[in-house]
């Protein structure tokens, strides 16, 4: 048995409390507590917007965002040019990467249609870590049709699309109507580099919508308004010279996740996912710490829908402790080599 004391994240704040550990499960949980080692201790990380086919690419990224990731782009060209074990492979090594980056939960966007869907499912497999995964895929080309949507609903969690305006309305229509059919939840990139029209987008009911940079302020309060939640990727959204208004966007009510996006171009630390969201928040205003941590570990637990992973577990890191404000240490000054162990609880959410 082991015993661990000190600020335990929970969904309202930190508590200080005393756990004790055998076998890596949380046997006691005690407030209040002050025996065994000092440490922090927080739920682990949920990367909550990923394309980790992307590390596929391995040259430097050039230009603007539709040269890199638009229809047509060095990654859309890339993946296609890609063979099945050397995407296989890349995927693989991109997950080991954020394990121990203490990342146990991520949702990816994967593009390639069916095929692209069961090469992640093929890499995941081969994983000897507990890292749970929800794919949001697409069809292969922008068009509708129905036997490949139903043959990707069959290996998927739900419809994870680009921007709204890189697609026909017409059969953007016919892919929400049969998503809604199958009980699926639809997501999709949005206002990441021009200002797209919200109201027609969450005409789709949407379940979340990625980026929401070039969005005003009517835009994030009709979100608010309607409870579809945002997720915001600072590293990737700067390579591309954005900034995210972390604090206008919180002013607004809407829900916010962190992602790490794009794996060409950022790798899946949230570590310093975090450290950059608060620094590029301060920029824009003042905003507490605590409201970034959230980000990456209840937040997306709340409004993302963890049941996507079927998990009847949830997971811990267990932190180097350092004296001061448990919030302002991890998103500041912590980073992977402070993860002492991962432990769990088998009855969920403490």
Request: hydrophobic fraction near 35%; glycine fraction near 8%; charged fraction near 30%.
């Amino acid at each position: 048995m082991e015993t661990f004391n000190g600020p335990f994240l929970k969904e309202d704040g930190f508590v200080q409390t005393e756990i004790e550990v055998e076998g890596g499960e949380i046997e006691n949980f005690e407030e209040g507590g002050e025996g065994g080692r000092d440490v922090i201790i927080i739920p682990a990380f949920y990367d909550s917007h990923t394309h980790i086919a992307d590390s596929v690419v391995k040259k430097p990224p050039t230009g603007t965002i539709e040269e890199i990731v638009g229809p047509g782009g060095l990654k859309e060209r890339e993946l296609r040019s890609a063979n099945y074990e050397t995407l296989v492979s890349s995927m693989k090594n991109c997950m080991e990467e954020m394990f121990s980056y203490g990342v146990r939960y991520f949702l990816d966007f994967r593009e390639e249609g069916l095929d692209g869907i069961k090469t992640l499912r093929e890499a995941h497999s081969l994983l000897e870590d507990e890292l749970s995964i929800g794919i949001m895929g697409r069809p292969k080309e922008r068009r509708f049709d129905k036997s490949e949507i139903e043959e990707i609903f069959s290996v998927s969690d739900g419809m994870g699309l680009s921007a709204y305006r890189d697609w026909d309305e017409a059969e953007l229509l016919k892919l929400v109507e049969k998503t809604n059919t199958e009980d699926k939840p639809l997501a999709m990139h949005c206002s990441e580099d021009v200002r797209e029209p919200l109201e027609k987008v969450l005409d789709l009911e949407v379940h979340h919508l990625v980026h929401m940079i070039e969005a005003d302020r009517s835009d994030l309060e009709m979100c608010a308004e309607q409870e579809v939640p945002i997720v915001i990727c600072p590293r990737s959204n700067m390579f591309f010279g954005k900034i995210p208004d972390i604090p206008k966007m919180l002013d607004s009510g809407v829900t916010l996740s962190l992602g790490t996006d794009n794996a060409m171009i950022t790798n899946s630390n949230m570590f310093r996912e975090m450290e950059t969201a608060y620094r590029v928040a301060r920029m824009k205003g003042e905003i507490s710490p605590i409201d970034i941590l959230m980000m990456s570990t209840y937040n997306p637990r709340k409004t993302l829908k963890l049941d996507l992973f079927h998990e009847s577990i949830e997971r811990y890191l267990v932190l180097k402790y350092r004296e001061g404000d448990p919030a302002f240490n991890v998103v500041v000054n912590s980073n992977p080599r402070d993860i002492i162990e991962t432990v769990w609880c088998k009855d969920g959410r403490i």
